[in-house]
C-alpha cells in the first residue's frame, strides 16, 4: 500500500511494482553485483516510479504538481522531496534509481529534487537547526589497515572544510581504532559531525557489520554489529553521520553500510548518509568534496539534503561504463523535520537567495498485501527449466522433458509449450530470458549444422556472462562423442547422457534440486 501524505490530506493505493518480473529480477541482479548500465537503472527506476504512482496516488500527485507549476514562473524553482518510509522487506529496493519519463528523469539527478528515507518508527522530534557560534567539529574516524587510499579521502577533506576558513575544526581518529577508543573520543569533545571512511559488510542473513580494529593484542580486524555500533553514539550530541563504504582491493558484493542508518536514527542521530554499495576511491573523494562543500558553503548551509541532492548529481554527471551505479549509492536517512542541521553564522552577502518554493512530498509504503504465490517476494515456485535441442534430437529432447516433468519442475520445451497463434521466436527468448536453468542437448549434428538452436545457446551465454562466476545457469548435456563449439562450454562442467542415460539424468536432477533448494 501507497500512502501519499501532505500537510492537510492524504490517498492511498497498492504498491504496484512485479516482483514476479523475471526481468525485473535479472536487472537487479546485475545492479547489486555491479554489472548494470545506465539502462538498467534507468528501467528499474521506471517500475518502480510506475508502483508508486498508482490509482488515486498518482492521479493526487500529477494534480498537486501541475497545479504547482501553474502557479510559478520559475519552474526550475520547484523543490520535491520524496521522505519514503519503508516496510522492512521493501528496503533493499534501489530507490534512489527512482526515473519518470515525463518531467525529471532520474529523480536523484535533478538539482531541485531530493530522495530520503525517514524512519517507519518515531525516532526523536524534530531538532531545531543548532546554531554555530564556535567551530564546527568534524571528527573523521579512519581504521588501520583497510587497504584503502584513505589519504586522497583526508586531503579532498580538508579542501572542502577549507572554504570556511576557520569556522571548521577537522579532527582525525586513525591508527588502531577499536570500540574502547572510539567510544571515548565521541564523549571527548561535542562533535557535530562523525565521518567514517572503512568497510562495511551486509551478511545473508541481513545483518550489517562495520570493520573496526580489535581490541585484543595481536589482531588486526573486529567486525561489529550496527545496533553495537551505533551504541557508541548515544547521548554524543553528534547531529551527522556520514559512512563511506569505500571498494577495497578485493571487491565483494554485499559490502554495505546502508543498513547502519537506521540503527543510528534510533540512536539518537537526527541524519546519517550512508553508502549502499561500496564505492571507489575516486567517487567517493567526489562526494565528500561536493557535499561538505555544499554542507558548509553552498546555496543554504546546514541543509544536509540539498548535500546529498548536489553530490548525487555531480556523480551522475561524471559516471562512466564502471561507475553507473554509484550516484544511487549514497541513501539519506533522515528524522522527520531535521533537514536544517546547522545554522551558520555568515555575512549575508554570502548566502545566495533561496529557491521560492520548497514542497515536501511524503511517500509512506506500507506492507503489500499477500501477493499471489508465485508473484511474493522469496515465495517457493517451480523451478523453470528450459529445454534446447536440434531438430535431429527431438526424441532426445522429449525424453528429457518427460523425466523433469516428474520432478514438478516447470519445464519449458517448444513443441510442448509454444501456444497456438503465438510468435514463436519472441516466444522462445522471452523463456529463454525468464528460465532458472538452460539445458543445452548437445550432439555431432547439432554442432555441424546451422540452426535456431545456436541462437537460443548464444542468448543463454549472454545471460550466463551476467552471472556471478559461481552461479549454476546452463548445463551441457551430451547425446555423442561431440565437441562443444563455444570456448565458455568448455569451461563448463557438462554431462554426458550416452552410454548410460539414468546416470546422466541422475546428475542432472542433483543440479536441479540444488537450484531449487536455494
Not at 339 to 347: G, I, N, R, S, W
Request: glycine share 6%; with cysteine; hydrophobic share 40%.
Amino acid at each position: 500500500m501507497v500512502q501519499l501524505v501532505d500537510r492537510e490530506w492524504q490517498v492511498a493505493a497498492d504498491f504496484g511494482y512485479d516482483f514476479g518480473d523475471r526481468r525485473l529480477n535479472r536487472v537487479l541482479e546485475r545492479i547489486e553485483n555491479n554489472h548494470c548500465t545506465l539502462d538498467d537503472l534507468r528501467e528499474i527506476g521506471i517500475n518502480l516510479w510506475a508502483g508508486l504512482m498508482m490509482g488515486e496516488v498518482g492521479t493526487r500527485f500529477e494534480a498537486l504538481y501541475k497545479e504547482i507549476k501553474e502557479g510559478i514562473a520559475d519552474v526550475q524553482g520547484i523543490r520535491l522531496q520524496f521522505c519514503l518510509t519503508l516496510p522492512r522487506e521493501l528496503e533493499f529496493l534501489p530507490w534512489e534509481a527512482l526515473y519518470t519519463e515525463q518531467d525529471f528523469g532520474f529523480v536523484a539527478s535533478h538539482p531541485d529534487h531530493c530522495i530520503l528515507r525517514s524512519p517507519s518508527t518515531k525516532v526523536l522530534a524534530p531538532l531545531p537547526p543548532l546554531p554555530i557560534r564556535r567551530k564546527l567539529r568534524i571528527l573523521t574516524v579512519i581504521p588501520s589497515d583497510s587497504d584503502l587510499d584513505v589519504e586522497h579521502e583526508w586531503h579532498n577533506l580538508g579542501l572542502a572544510v577549507g572554504a570556511l576558513g576557520d569556522q571548521i575544526h577537522l579532527e582525525r581518529l586513525s591508527g588502531r581504532v577499536d570500540t574502547d577508543r572510539l567510544e571515548e573520543q565521541l564523549h571527548r569533545k561535542d562533535w557535530d559531525i562523525v565521518h567514517f571512511i572503512g568497510h562495511g559488510v551486509q551478511t545473508e542473513a541481513g545483518k550489517t557489520l562495520i570493520r573496526l580494529n580489535s581490541v585484543e593484542a595481536g589482531e588486526d580486524e573486529s567486525w561489529i554489529e550496527g545496533e553495537r555500533f551505533a551504541s557508541l553514539f548515544v547521548d554524543t550530541g553528534v547531529r551527522l553521520t556520514i559512512l563511506n563504504c569505500c571498494l577495497g582491493a578485493n571487491p565483494y558484493p554485499v559490502r554495505s553500510l546502508s543498513g547502519l542508518g537506521p540503527f543510528l536514527l534510533r540512536a539518537g542521530l537526527p541524519a546519517v548518509v550512508a553508502m549502499r554499495y561500496e564505492i571507489s576511491d575516486g567517487v567517493a573523494i567526489r562526494f565528500s568534496d561536493k557535499f561538505y562543500r555544499e554542507l558548509l558553503n553552498g546555496q543554504v548551509p546546514g541543509r544536509v539534503d540539498l548535500a546529498v541532492e548536489r553530490a548525487r548529481r555531480a556523480i551522475y554527471q561524471s559516471q562512466d561504463e564502471d561507475t553507473a551505479r554509484a550516484f544511487v549509492t549514497p541513501i539519506l536517512f533522515l528524522a522527520p523535520g531535521c533537514e536544517q542541521l546547522f545554522k551558520f553564522e555568515m555575512p549575508t552577502a554570502l548566502l545566495r537567495p533561496l529557491k521560492p518554493i520548497s514542497i515536501p512530498t511524503i511517500v509512506k509504503l506500507d506492507p503489500p498485501p499477500p501477493a499471489e504465490p508465485d508473484r511474493q517476494p522469496g515465495a517457493a515456485r517451480k523451478l523453470r527449466v528450459f529445454i534446447s535441442y536440434a531438430r535431429e534430437d527431438y526424441d532426445y529432447a522429449m525424453k528429457v522433458y518427460m523425466n523433469l516433468l516428474e520432478e514438478d519442475l516447470d519445464v519449458w520445451l517448444d513443441k510442448e509449450s509454444l501456444q497456438p497463434g503465438q510468435r514463436w521466436k519472441q516466444a522462445i527468448e522471452k523463456a529463454i530470458e525468464e528460465s532458472d536453468c538452460f539445458i543445452a542437448l548437445l550432439s555431432s549434428k547439432a554442432m555441424s549444422r546451422r540452426g535456431y538452436v545456436h541462437k537460443e545457446l548464444g542468448q543463454a551465454l549472454d545471460i550466463l556472462e551476467e552471472m556471478p562466476q559461481s552461479s549454476v545457469y546452463l548445463i551441457p548435456a551430451r547425446l555423442d562423442e561431440c565437441e562443444p563449439g563455444h570456448s565458455i562450454l568448455r569451461e563448463i562442467q557438462w554431462v554426458d547422457l550416452f552410454p548410460d542415460w539414468d546416470k546422466g539424468m541422475r546428475k542432472i536432477l542433483v543440479t536441479l534440486r540444488t537450484l531449487r533448494s536455494s
